[in-house]
């Protein structure tokens, strides 16, 4: 247990130094650029605009870190052969991989973090001095606590994400492993399609199929609720409770696969 | 050797700068002999909303914020080059009578940005105005104004705004004032709607189109307006109202003066020296009024140009 | 209780892409070292060593048989908090500093964070890279690299080390260095079993040798005791000798080979004591320049000791073999 929280410290460590966190220079940069230029350019919604962007930007960010980082934790170690002085050590190979997992993880705490503390901070200038009147036009407010739900629920869809990624890349090329994890991030966002698709095909087997998959694969499309709360619509802690278990439990089974196959690898 | 380095890295940045700014001015010699086409904002490689949604993925909320840009500048650009180009057509091409297809990408962009974010609120009723606009300042459309709204309504159906919305689209582009009624009559009944929208409904059924019932309603959403630009619009139509009072006035006397003399005024100058008028009229704007064969409007230049359509009632009241 | 003890230790790899074949590594290696033992592992590349040492870290699995290190078998915790592990060609992490990189590996023990630093620093010194102990280790040449892999390996002071190849990007000055660790280690009681390529690093230092061939055993004991390592004669370099001098000597000498004036290089056979030809020759005013035991080396016994005419390459003009076969 200790040693996979020190090795979960030196990964996020690592990322530091290894200039991760600058996106989130980029991050500011393009928030405050594009609050300037919104502002001069649309009437009323530029407390909207942004927060869409905001959030769109945190969770693209994100995604790309999980997939970036995530399919190089341990596939990097193996290539390189870092990880021959490091199993020596008096650790288990699971703990090695459960600690990179939850290193990243930590790393992307922070990360996304910082941006939504980012968000608050340019939406409060932008809505700094707005009429209370004018106010009224917009679905929620401008420093509306309810995006730290869509934060919280962005950061449980890219623990999947990492999961998917440190699967991949604990038998496959980190090409091939990068490859795989945005085609799942994506299928991931259309499992209802697939279970309509279910509905619509006549054949049986196919239907199965489908409707296998569309239970099978992530679900990550439940975890975007960006867009209602942008609209001010409810999030129910219910639905965020559910979600989140949904989350555990399947990067649970991705991380127990992963220790499956990376327990048994030979490093040639 | 270090200062001969710097000495060199100082020369590659003079150079790079000189580059950038050479190529900077190739593109613009290349402009002003190869002017560049027009960029074509006319075309939506993808009308469907459902294809854009699934292509954006988890980002259709950010997309739709770029096709409302988009929409927005469509607008504003077609407003501009109508404006710029030489003057419209005489007489006011009619109102819901398609007239140009300078702002036929309008809707589609206005239905993808909604598609794409079906809460979209201001896409919907920034969007109708846009859309109702009679021509040249829009398309001239109020039937897609209401589909807009409509669809808007299926996504929220407790949206009173847009119910209202849709009550001003036939109020004042259709001049449809029972139907303008019975929407401020539903927005009103809906939790949260203003006081003022169920009077609104019974005024516009009892003497809609009079200048009196505009002038309440446009002040009222004067008062109510949540935004800049809404405020602004209403202003904007108060004066018009305001100008329609004026033009109705100078009239008179320049109908008064043409029955003296016996023929038409055909200019201002005429009228100031006969001591018709102590000058030249303006209108709420500061913009002089134009004489045109005998009857006043506003000029073109001003702010208020067009002046909205006058009521088509058969007992239209004189003017006060 | 033996150190470490393997049991029929085979490893097969799958090799080819798409209808995988076995290949033997290693086949059925037992052998045990001693606690306190200094051992060599030696053998051609491709022997097997790099693998028996890898089976041995559970960097990959056996196809059968076993090992045991400190009577318990791999894996176990236990053991490794008592052992130390150099890689072949070691490699970390390239923005780590040297210390940063002993300070992770100290955590990995459990270590404090005041016995982190301070165990970094003194095996950073131990090993003479102290100074550059901030340095990232990308900008670290092949020779630093191996002296932070040892450093890392004895972090724990542990019981027993593995080396693999702990000579190898070394200097001469290195070698030296290395070689005088291994002996301090083994002042401590610490089992050395390292492999190596060059026969030299082991006979100046290993109590026994396994000789690994194509994944078999070839031979096992004491270097002395091996008589294809028996030295077959003496290669003596001497200067200011004169030439009647030499000429004198008759049958002492196999052959006498004048490099330049006064300096010949003398063969010397195996069965006289190089010793007394040495004192007569310098109490007539020569002096030693050199005195060289001839022997066979590792790749001569290899052409001999195991049929591998492909991989042998030309044979070498050697006595006909009379040491033990595999």
């Known amino acids: 247990m200790k040693a996979t929280a020190w090795i979960a410290i030196n990964v996020f460590r690592e990322s530091v130094r290894d200039k991760v966190l600058y996106n989130l220079v980029f991050f500011a940069i393009l928030l405050i650029g594009a609050s300037y230029l919104i502002g001069q350019l649309t009437a009323g919604q530029d407390v909207k605009i942004i927060k869409d962007l905001g959030l769109a930007a945190t969770s693209i960010f994100g995604v790309f870190i999980a997939v970036f980082i995530g399919i ?147 679900n990550l499309a439940q975890f975007d609720v960006r867009a209602d709360v942008v609209h001010g619509l409810p999030v129910s802690f219910g639905y965020m409770g559910l979600a989140s278990l949904y989350a555990a439990v399947y990067v649970a089974m991705l991380l127990a696969i992963s220790v499956l196959i990376f327990s048994r690898r030979d490093f040639k | 050797m270090r200062a001969r380095s710097a000495s060199a890295i100082v020369a590659a940045a003079v150079f790079a700068v000189m580059m950038v700014g050479a190529s900077i001015e190739l593109q613009a010699v290349r402009d002003r002999f190869y002017p560049p086409r027009e960029l074509d904002e006319d075309t939506l490689y993808i009308q469907s909303g459902p294809m854009m949604r699934r292509l954006t993925v988890a980002y259709n909320a950010l997309a739709a914020d770029l096709y409302w840009i988009r929409a927005i500048q469509y607008y504003g650009d077609g407003k501009r080059r109508l404006a710029s180009q030489a003057r419209v057509p005489d ?230 | 209780m033996p150190a470490l003890a393997t049991f029929e230790l085979t490893k097969d790899y799958a090799i080819g892409f798409w209808r995988k074949r076995p290949y033997r590594a290693l086949d059925g290696l037992t052998l045990e070292i001693a606690p306190g033992e200094v051992f060599g592992f030696l053998g051609p590349n491709g022997a097997g060593k790099t693998t028996t040492l890898k089976l041995l870290m559970q960097l990959v699995f056996p196809t059968s048989g076993r090992a045991e290190i400190f009577g318990r078998p791999l894996g176990d915790l236990s053991v490794k908090r008592r052992i130390g592990y150099l890689p072949e060609h070691p490699y970390f992490y390239d923005y780590l500093t040297a210390e940063e990189l002993l300070t992770y590996f100290a955590g990995l023990f459990g270590y404090a964070g005041a016995e982190r630093r301070a165990r970094a620093a003194r095996l950073l010194d131990e090993v003479g890279i102290g100074a550059e102990r901030r340095m990232q280790l990308r900008k670290f040449s092949k020779g630093m690299l191996q002296r932070v892999g040892i450093a890392q390996a004895i972090l724990n002071e542990p019981e027993l080390v593995i080396f693999d190849e702990p000579m190898s990007g070394l200097d001469p000055l290195g070698r030296r260095d290395v070689r005088s660790l291994i002996l301090r280690l083994r002042d401590r009681g610490c089992t050395v079993f390292f ?91 020569a002096h030693l320049v050199s005195l060289n035991p001839i022997r066979q080396t590792l790749e001569e016994f290899f052409v001999e000791h195991v049929t591998t005419p492909a991989a042998a390459g030309a044979p070498r003009d050697v006595e006909p073999p009379h040491g033990r076969r595999p």
């Not at chain 1, 703990?95 to 941006?115: A, D, E, H, P």
């Not at chain 1, 679905?139 to 991949?168: G, N, Y």
């Not at chain 1, 604990?170 to 698709?197: C, E, K, Q, W």
């Not at chain 2, 079906?118 to 920034?126: C, E, G, K, Q």
């Open chain 1, 72 to 218: 190089g934790l341990v596939s990097k170690e193996v290539e390189r052969r870092s990880v021959y002085s490091l199993l020596a050590k008096p650790i288990h190979r699971y703990q090695l991989l459960i600690g990179k997992y939850c290193g990243l993880v930590l790393t992307l705490i922070v990360n996304v973090s910082i941006m939504a503390a980012a968000l608050y901070v340019v939406l409060a200038y932008m809505s700094w001095g707005v009429p209370p009147a004018a106010a009224r036009i917009w679905d929620a407010p401008a420093l509306d606590p309810a995006l730290l739900k869509a934060t919280a629920l962005l950061l449980a869809e890219l623990t999947i994400v990492t999961a998917i990624a440190l699967l991949f890349s604990t038998f496959s090329t980190p090409m091939l492993s990068a490859a795989m994890t945005f085609g799942l991030y994506i299928v991931g966002h259309f499992t209802n399609d697939l279970r309509n698709f279910a509905d619509l095909v006549d054949s049986p087997a196919a239907a199965r199929l489908a409707r296998g998959l569309s239970w099978a694969l992530p």
């Open chain 2, 91 to 320: 007489p006011p091409p009619m109102i819901a009578a398609p007239t140009s297809d300078a702002y036929s990408m309008l809707y589609p962009m206005l239905d993808l940005t909604t598609s794409l974010d079906p809460r979209f609120n201001i896409a919907y009723r920034f969007g109708a105005v846009f859309l109702a606009e009679p021509y040249p300042s829009g398309p001239g459309r109020p039937d897609l104004a209401v589909k807009l709204l409509e669809k808007g309504l299926r996504e929220r159906p407790d949206k009173w705004e847009y119910m209202e919305d849709i009550g001003f689209v036939h109020y004042w582009y259709d001049h449809d004032y029972r139907a303008a009624a019975e929407w401020f009559r539903k927005a009103g009944e809906m939790p949260g709607a203003p006081w003022w929208l169920r009077s609104l409904a019974a005024t516009t059924l009892a003497q809609g189109g009079d200048r009196q019932s505009s002038r309440t309603m446009w002040e009222a959403i004067r008062q109510s307006s949540e935004n800049d630009w809404l405020r602004l619009d209403a202003e904007r139509r108060l004066l018009q109202l305001q100008a329609l009072d004026q033009i109705d006035q100078l009239q008179a006397e320049i109908d008064k003066y043409a029955r003296r003399a016996g023929a038409p005024a055909t200019n201002w100058s005429t009228l100031v020296r006969a001591r018709v008028f102590p000058g030249m009229p303006v209108d709420p704007t500061g913009t002089p009024y134009a004489l045109d064969g005998g009857r006043v409007t506003v000029d073109p230049s001003s702010r208020l140009w067009p002046l909205p359509q006058e009521p088509r009632r058969a007992d239209s009241r004189p003017p006060s």
């Open chain 3, 195 to 285: 492999s190596s390529h060059v026969l030299s690093d082991a006979e100046a230092l290993c109590d026994r040798v396994a000789i690994l061939a194509r994944g078999r055993l070839a031979a096992m004991g004491r270097l002395t005791d091996m008589l294809p390592f028996r030295a077959r004669g003496w290669d003596l370099v001497v200067a200011g000798v004169r030439d009647e001098t030499v000429a004198a000597l008759g049958t002492r000498v196999r052959r006498a080979v004048r490099l330049s004036d006064g300096h010949y290089m003398l063969d010397l056979p195996p069965d006289s004591p190089p010793e007394r030809l040495v004192g007569e020759l310098t109490a007539g005013g």
